[in-house]
């Protein structure tokens, strides 16, 4: 159970543990969103380096070889079914390496984080139309137009970002496939080291003003059934090992934002946090023998993990 934070609001409370694991186990794969409409616009001129493929040997000559992983943030059973070979790898590994550990610390920050708790409402932010949306949405997911309208609005998008299916499994406790990782190495005792902090990633979620969260909460979808079968389709996909086909059913997630905000939020979100990934992870790499498990969205393009990794003289061969 949370602790109280004092300053909060008493409408969010009612709902806080519920929407923490919501919105904690949907944070990367939202601030990823974004980079999916440049990404398909490069596919198309030619093949995206490493746009299929889930599992990827590192090495390099006198260091042994690691194991990158690209993962998809979910509960839903073939998800996690699907990662089988990834857990038996993880247990050879003397270390896992991921975005963020997952501990009741961080979950309590990113309450604390997507709530406000100055007095402002989403309903003074947004349009009538547009909150009249997310309250519809909102009741779907069991939550009130109270508990809705003391989300910020970055919040507010990551919870409609996954279906009630997803979020009814996540109140039930079933654990994700990053989560069932890190579950591993625990029972294991690999010890587990994080590329970020909670506070990165939330600053690049954020950005710089709530302008482009605003005005990206007016392409909602309409109905959920619309996000039940968005969300069926990314499924498909990363089942699939189709890492540029998640980008491409995303490619009109901008279609509001003007270019020039789609290029920094593309930026903040994906690009700079790869270098800042890439840059850290190969101190590990060069140790050897390290499992690496990061968003699938991580890996693709030029600027992707994989690529930054290739460019500075690692090997990238595909595990089969």
């Given at each position: 159970?949370?602790?109280k934070p004092s300053r909060i609001h008493s409408a969010s409370l009612s709902y806080a543990p519920r929407s923490l694991k919501?919105?904690?186990?949907?944070?990367?794969?939202l601030s990823l969103m974004p980079v999916f409409l440049v990404i398909t616009q490069l596919a198309q001129a030619q093949e995206l380096p490493f746009g299929r493929g889930l599992m990827w040997q590192v090495s390099?000559?006198?260091v042994e070889p690691s194991i990158i992983y690209g993962t998809f943030h979910s509960s839903e059973r073939r998800v996690v079914d699907s990662s089988a070979s990834a857990h038996r790898k993880l247990l050879t590994a003397k270390s896992l390496v991921i975005e963020v550990e997952d501990d009741d610390a961080i979950q309590q920050r990113l309450f604390e984080t997507m709530?406000?708790?100055d007095g402002r409402r989403l309903d003074q932010l947004v349009s009538p139309e547009t909150f009249e949306k997310i309250k519809v949405l909102g009741y779907e997911y069991g939550f009130l137009a109270r508990q809705m309208n003391v989300l910020r609005p970055w919040a507010a998008g990551v919870m409609f970002s996954f279906p009630p299916s997803e979020a009814s499994r996540i109140s039930l406790g079933i654990r994700t496939l990053d989560q069932s990782l890190q579950d591993l190495a625990r029972k294991q005792e690999i010890e587990i080291i994080a590329l970020e902090t909670i506070q990165e990633q939330l600053l690049a979620l954020q950005g710089e003003g709530e302008e482009e969260q605003i005005l990206l909460l007016t392409s909602l979808p309409e109905t959920i059934q619309e996000v039940e079968d968005d969300f069926e389709d990314l499924v498909g996909d990363y089942l699939s090992q189709n890492v540029a086909g998640l980008y491409a059913r995303k490619r009109q997630s901008l279609?509001?934002?003007?270019?020039?905000?789609?290029?920094?939020y593309i930026h903040r979100l994906v690009t700079s946090r790869n270098y800042s990934m890439v840059e850290r992870m190969r101190g590990?790499?060069?140790?050897?023998?390290?499992?690496v498990a990061v968003d699938a969205l991580h890996l693709p393009g030029h600027e992707g993990i994989l690529s930054l990794l290739q460019a500075q003289g690692y090997r990238i061969e595909p595990v089969k």
């Open positions: 159970m949370l602790k919501l919105v904690w186990n949907r944070i990367l794969l390099k000559e006198g709530v406000y708790d279609a509001v934002l003007p270019p020039e905000k789609a290029d920094a590990m790499l060069n140790k050897g023998n390290v499992f």
